[in-house]
């Protein structure tokens, strides 16, 4: 009865199981999806008009999604690591959070409350549009991570507002960024824009600053929490320019890391597997917010909710999903 439960699901979301995917990662894909979906219905509990939804607190929406979730959980136990990676792990806040991002659900005002987007297509590609909508469309449509995908005829592409990180970074050589400071009385961590496998770190403690422009980190008061600044080295005289916390929440520091490895000629890898129809895609760091948000929106996390260096992405949407991760600076290796 589960197994035909699975199919039926899949049959409708038009999610389809790949050769090398196991079916606890199948379940996965299916359940996260089809939570998304439910998280929309939702809005349309005691519906008074036709076609309209209602405003819904987060409470009531919270509420209704967990019996949802959980049901689910109980009759495929295999997917709780998946949405649970992590026991203060909250996947109901990070789905909806992610489809308030995607404009699949819309904030209404400051008290938490919530209604569904309004019907809109939007051009993906020449042959691929996204159908933001609750009902089922008339046309043939594939459901991916959070969101919907038809074939279309499209004279535009979306525009991608990604600014070119080697570009950003040799803006900020110019010292007029910067406040000269006569000497680092702090401990800190530089990044290793140097850094060429696996095993070697990320940060280095104290590590040496022989390069023009440098990305440092060092250790507030909060527990695992960085303050960032930027470091410029002209002859024998430091200048910091340290980078406002509002900017390391939308991922700014990983756009200029990205940036950092293009000018040391070592960019970021990002390895890719083409299987039938999906790509596994395989990041080597953290991705800055907008183009996180791309990827939760168009595809899965492969090994749990919060894996942000491993996607399963359509077929459909390699294209432009690449030339997202190209114009942020990572270099795109097939395996």
Known sequence: MYQQLIEDISYDLNIRKYSTESPEEFHSRIVYSAVSVWMKYILLDHMIHENEAEIKSKNYHYRRTSEILDEYINLFPSVSYWMYPDKNIDPIHIIRNRLIAAS????????????????????????????IEISTPNTEFKYVGLTKIIKAINKSQSTLQIENSLELVNEFKKPSYYTKIL??????????????????????????????????RKETKQVNYWDYLLLL?????????????????????????????????????????????????NLEYNLPRYEESFLTTYAWPKNHILDSWSFIVPLELWDIVARTIQMLGYKLEET
């Open 183 to 216: 000497k680092l009385d702090f401990k800190y961590e530089v990044f290793n824009v140097h850094k060429n496998n696996k095993y070697e770190k990320n940060w280095i403690s104290n590590g040496r600053l022989d390069s023009e422009i440098h990305l440092l």
């Open 104 to 131: 699949e659900i819309n904030e209404v005002d400051l008290d938490g409350n919530i209604t569904l987007a309004r019907k809109k297509i939007i051009p993906l590609d020449k042959n691929v549009s996204r159908l």
């Open 233 to 281: 080295k002209r002859a024998d005289n430091f200048y910091q320019y340290p980078i406002h916390e509002e900017l390391i929440k939308q991922g700014f520091h990983y756009r200029l890391i990205s940036g950092l490895r293009q000018l040391n000629e070592n960019p970021l890898a990002a390895e890719y597997k083409i299987v039938h129809d999906i790509v596994e895609l």
